[in-house]
């Protein structure tokens, strides 16, 4: 490479702080400007990690030279960015979910394609260490063939303060949480068949659901995707997964404090796992953060290597036709199956 890929960053709110930081311990990257209908947001991101602030973002497009953008805005902007990338000929990185309907999903990935323009999903979930760990058991045949998982996230952890977006959203834990756990159902036990969905809220002070449970039937296979913001214990794991994947040979597990256990005719092996440290990530956080840089210096090498980044534009359609699934589900008391939407 004989430069950094210039970029911009666009949506500097809450998450968009761990995208920053993972971006300036990256050589191979340089940040050209920031974006935010909040010029306060935007200026704040350009002071202290570099670039110039803008509020509108089809000005940032005409005015800068970019490779690619970083979408780091809600749910409702995501077209328009991605439009306006593909318009400007620049690859781009969106934050998930990639829209609220497989109408806007598709034209993103049709426009994308249409310039043959790179085109990620920050899907990050797959990436925290502790699920590659339990991915390399999985292949590595321990276990032999999985046939059942369960994919935990419960937590009482008020995420209004940070997030109150999620106070007013109709559609909420299934989009924002279950989400990365339909991808982790897809990354360890393939393409689920179809699904059957059950949520409710327990927050009055919410619109949307809040406790959700989720049955994804695959080829052979059975996982169970439960997700939770209401759910009180005496030792707080937030924001950790728990993973529990059943082969006919034996069983990993990931539990409370990344803890891994593999049984298998080998015996019984158990460690508690290491989160990689960087100078900004800190606890509780650190996972998530730590996923956000594997994320990030995946795009990278796949713009370096010209190849498909793991969660693709295209390939994150198949979570969304899940996610939006999971809602018919709940809406019509009816099992989902997956693709229709597709
Ligand atoms: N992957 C994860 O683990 C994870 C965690 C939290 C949030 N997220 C995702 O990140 C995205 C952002 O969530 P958040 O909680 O940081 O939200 P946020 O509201 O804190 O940040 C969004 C920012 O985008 C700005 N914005 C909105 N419209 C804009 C526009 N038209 N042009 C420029 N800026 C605009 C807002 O002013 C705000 O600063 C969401 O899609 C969310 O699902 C992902």
Request: one cysteine or more; hydrophobic letters at 40%.
């Amino acid at each position: 490479m004989s430069r950094p890929y210039r970029f911009a960053l666009i949506g500097c709110g809450f998450f968009a702080q761990n995208h920053l930081q993972a971006w300036a311990q990256m050589p191979e990257v340089e940040l050209v400007a920031t974006c935010d209908v909040n010029y306060e947001s935007a200026l704040a991101a350009a002071d202290r990690f570099g670039g110039t602030p803008y509020t509108d973002a089809a000005e940032l497009f005409a005015r800068e030279e970019l490779d690619f953008v970083d979408i780091a805005t809600t749910p409702p902007t995501h077209r328009m960015m991605v439009e306006l990338a593909a318009e400007h000929g620049v690859a781009a990185i969106c934050q998930k979910p990639l829209a609220w309907d497989m109408k806007d999903a598709q034209a993103m990935v049709a426009a994308m394609a249409e310039k043959d323009l790179p085109f990620m999903v920050h899907e990050n979930f797959r990436f925290q260490y502790p699920m590659r760990k339990v991915k390399e058991v999985i292949d590595s045949g321990a276990i032999g063939r999985p046939f059942f998982g369960r994919i935990s996230f419960r937590t009482a952890h008020d995420v209004y303060s940070a997030q109150p977006w999620c106070m007013d959203a109709e559609r909420m834990i299934i989009a924002d949480v279950s989400v990365h756990q339909f991808d982790l159902t897809r990354f360890f036990l393939g393409e689920p068949e179809r699904l059957f969905t059950d949520a409710i809220r327990v927050n009055p002070k919410i619109k949307g659901e809040d406790v959700a449970t989720i049955v994804l039937h695959l080829p052979g296979a059975t996982c169970i995707v439960d997700t939770s913001y209401e759910s009180k214990s005496d030792h707080n794991t937030y924001p950790q997964t728990f993973v529990t994947i059943e082969g006919t040979e034996g069983t990993v597990t990931l539990g409370p404090d990344y803890r891994l256990q593999v049984v298998s005719p080998e015996g019984v092996r158990e460690e508690t796992l290491v989160i990689p440290e960087h100078p900004w990530t800190s606890e509780p956080w650190n996972c998530i953060q730590d996923s956000v840089v594997n994320v990030q210096r995946h795009w990278v090498e796949c713009l370096t290597n010209k190849t498909t980044p793991e969660t693709s534009g295209a390939d994150t359609l198949r979570v969304l036709d899940l996610t939006l699934g999971a809602y018919q589900s709940l809406e019509t008391g009816e099992p989902y199956r997956a693709g229709s939407l597709l």
